[in-house]
């Protein structure tokens, strides 16, 4: 069974940083894509970024609202996916979400998500 | 970027009844278009992908057709478990952006 634990949010000040953790597990990591979606109180979903697989040498893409910003990484000993969050805006503050990718490149797993606040 | 626009945003319905739901791409797609299923408080679930697959688990009541730049997610008989929001996405090309959603309501 696939399994997404997300961890690490919480309430930062404008400016700071904050790293997000992603807990994989019921599945071989490196054979898949894997992304971060974002969903601020009451809105929908916004796509943050990917980290590709093995096969394709784990090259990242990210949505130009934190491109530069954000930074999606992986820990392949430990199964774990990452998204490091810097120079941190009011308006990134949402629930972040771990995606595994199907086979078909759609969103196909999701975490239970995790909330970033920041707020002065 | 890719817009996607759904309608309608909310839509009221009764427990038995056919819901359709429409997603329009601002350009071609192909079939790269997936639907979600999200209840309060909950993380998205997957339903469709590729415009008609369904995915592993869900019920057949959930079906999906379309290519190009129009889409429909229909339920074949609305069962209270299904009272939820739902969101189409396009997976064709970078950034992936998703629809606004439509809020089903009793």
């Known amino acids: 069974e696939v399994q997404l634990v997300e961890s690490g949010g919480g309430l930062v000040q404008p400016g700071g940083s904050l790293r997000l953790s992603c807990a994989a597990s019921g599945f071989t990591f490196s054979d898949h894509y894997m992304d971060w979606v974002r969903q601020a109180p009451g809105k929908g979903l916004e796509w943050v970024g990917r980290s590709r697989n093995k096969a394709n040498s784990y090259t990242t893409e990210y949505a130009a609202s934190v491109k530069g910003r954000f930074t999606v990484s992986r820990d392949h000993s430990k199964n774990s996916l990452f998204l490091q969050m810097n120079s941190l805006k009011i308006e990134d503050t949402a629930v972040y979400y771990c995606?595994?990718?199907?086979?078909?490149?759609?969103?196909?797993?999701w975490g239970q998500g995790t909330l970033v606040t920041v707020s002065s | 970027d890719f817009q996607m626009t759904q309608s309608p945003s909310s839509l009221s319905a009764s427990v038995g009844d056919r819901v359709t739901i429409t997603c329009r791409a601002s350009q071609g797609i192909g079939n790269s278009l997936a639907w979600f299923q999200q209840k309060p408080g909950k993380a998205p679930k997957s339903l469709i992908y590729a415009a008609s697959s369904l995915q592993s688990g869900v019920p057949s009541k959930f079906s999906g057709s379309g290519s190009g730049t129009d889409f429909t997610l229909t339920i074949s008989s609305l069962q209270p478990e299904d009272f939820a929001t739902y969101y189409c996405?396009?997976?064709?090309?970078?950034?992936?952006?998703f629809g606004g959603g439509t809020k089903v309501e009793i």
């Open positions: 996405q396009q997976y064709k090309t970078y950034p992936l952006t």
């Open positions: 995606v595994r990718v199907g086979d078909g490149y759609n969103l196909a797993y």
